[in-house]
C-alpha cells in the first residue's frame, strides 16, 4: 500500500486541499485552518500565552550519580483575581560538565517530584524517567510537573490555570491536555533563559495520556523542535477512524476533561469528522515528529499509529521531506523505522516508557535534533 491508497482505504480527510501547493501556501491557509479545527473540535482554545509579569525561581542545585547536576525551577504565573500565583515546577538535570546550551528532551509528568534516588511514579516503570541514560548522551533533560497547571479530574475545570484564565466556558473551551502543553510552553519560555539549554533544540516528550498532551503541546507551540508521542493512542497519534481500540465515544466519556466539550459529538461518527490524528501529527511538520507504540497496547490498536505518522507524507513533501515514505506497511517489532523528518517504533512488551524507546529517540534525535 502507499500514501495515497493509505488514505483511501481508511477514509482520511486529505490534508492538502487542492489549493495548497506549496510550503508557503500550507503555512499561510491550510495550516491555520486545521489548527482552528483541532483547537475547536478536539483539544480547546488556549486562552493566552505567554501572560504578563511571569517570574521564575531556580533553586537548589543538587549532583546526583556520576555527577549529573538537578535544578528545580518554578514558573510563577501572577494571579489576575489577586490570589497566588500559579506555580508549575519543573526539574532540569544536566550532565557533570557544564559545555554551555545543549539540546534537551522535555517531558511531561505527573505531580512527581523525580529525586535521583525516587522510585518511578508506576510499577514496573523502572526506566520511564531515564535521566542517566539521557545525560550520558549530552543531552538536558526536563521534567515538568504538568499537574501544577490543571489536576487530571473533571471537577468543572475549576483548578490550576483554569481558575486564573477562564470566563464562562463553551464547547470549544480547552480541556485539561491543552492546559498541560500550555504549561510545557510555559517552561519553555524559561528554558529560553537558560544558559546550559538550547532553546532552539528541545524535543517535547510523554507517554500515554501525556504523550497526547505533548503532541497537542508540539502541535500548538512551533518552538519545539522535536515532538514524540509515547504508546498515545486515542487523541494522540492513533488514527480514530479504526475503532479497533479505544474510541473517542469511549474516552469522551471516561475522560471528558481532557478535550474541549464539542470533541464527544464525533463519537461513533469518526468517518464524518473532518480531521482525524494525522492532522495534528502533520502540525508538526516541517520539525521533527516521533510515535512510538507498544505491541501489546491495550488501548491502542498499534497500526492505528503508525498510520497517523504515515499518513504525515503530503505535508512533509511540501517542504522537500519524505517522512516516513511512500511506502506503508506496519514495521516490525523492535525495528524503528527512521525516515526523513518522522520516525517510528513499535517495542516488544505493554503500554509504557521504557529504556529502549529513549535510546531509540535519541539515536533519531543525535543526528537530526
Ligand atoms: C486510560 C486512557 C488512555 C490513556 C491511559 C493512560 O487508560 O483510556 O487513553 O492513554 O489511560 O494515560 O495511561
Known amino acids: 500500500m502507499n500514501v495515497k491508497e493509505l488514505y483511501e482505504s481508511m ?41 504578563q509579569g511571569v517570574q521564575y525561581t531556580v533553586t537548589g542545585e543538587e549532583t546526583g550519580p ?27 538535570y544536566l550532565p557533570q560538565e557544564n559545555a554551555g546550551p545543549r539540546a534537551a528532551f522535555m517531558m511531561l509528568n505527573m505531580r512527581w517530584n523525580p529525586a535521583f534516588d525516587a522510585k518511578p511514579p508506576f510499577p514496573g516503570m523502572e526506566n520511564y524517567f531515564a535521566y542517566q541514560a539521557v545525560t550520558a548522551r549530552g543531552y538536558a533533560l526536563v521534567s515538568v510537573n504538568v499537574d501544577d497547571a490543571a489536576a487530571d479530574a473533571d471537577d468543572g475545570f475549576h483548578n490550576g490555570v483554569f481558575s486564573l ?17 500550555w504549561a510545557a510552553s510555559r517552561v519553555l519560555d524559561y528554558l529560553e533563559t537558560d544558559p546550559e539549554v538550547d532553546a532552539a533544540r528541545v524535543a517535547v516528550l510523554g507517554h500515554s495520556r501525556l504523550g497526547k498532551a505533548a503532541l497537542w503541546a508540539g ?76 505491541a501489546e497496547d491495550p488501548f491502542c490498536y498499534t497500526p492505528n499509529e503508525y498510520r497517523g505518522a504515515a499518513a ?23 525495528r524503528p523505522v527512521h525516515g526523513d523528518r518522522v520516525g517510528y517504533h513499535v517495542r516488544e512488551g505493554g503500554h509504557n516508557l521504557k529504556l529502549a524507546d529513549w535510546n531509540w529517540f535519541m539515536d533519531f534525535a543525535d543526528t537530526r535534533l
Open 11 to 51: 477514509g482520511l480527510p486529505p490534508l492538502l486541499d487542492g489549493t495548497i501547493r506549496t510550503a508557503e501556501d500550507w503555512e499561510r491557509t491550510r495550516r491555520p485552518a486545521l489548527l482552528r479545527l483541532l483547537e475547536e473540535q478536539e483539544y480547546g482554545i488556549r486562552p493566552l500565552e505567554r501572560p
Open 66 to 92: 556520576k555527577g549529573i547536576r538537578r535544578r528545580d525551577i518554578a514558573v510563577l504565573i501572577p494571579n489576575p483575581h489577586g490570589g497566588d500565583a500559579l506555580r508549575i515546577r519543573a526539574y532540569l
Open 165 to 181: 484564565f477562564d470566563g464562562e466556558r463553551n464547547a470549544t473551551s480547552w480541556g485539561v491536555l491543552s492546559a498541560w502543553g
Open 219 to 294: 502541535a500548538r507551540d512551533s518552538r519545539f523542535a522535536m515532538v514524540i508521542a509515547n504508546s498515545s493512542g486515542c487523541g494522540g497519534a492513533g488514527i480514530s477512524r479504526d475503532t479497533r481500540a479505544e474510541t473517542i465515544e469511549a474516552i469522551t466519556r471516561n475522560f471528558p476533561h481532557w478535550f474541549c466539550g464539542n470533541y464527544r459529538q464525533w463519537g461513533n461518527r469518526e468517518h464524518e469528522a473532518p480531521f482525524d490524528q494525522h492532522t495534528v501529527l502533520a502540525m508538526v511538520a516541517p520539525r521533527l515528529l516521533y510515535v512510538q507504540s507498544s
Open 312 to 334: 504525515t507524507a503530503p505535508v512533509y513533501r511540501l517542504y522537500g521531506y519524505a517522512g516516513l515514505g511512500d511506502a506503508v506497511a506496519q514495521p516490525l517489532i523492535d
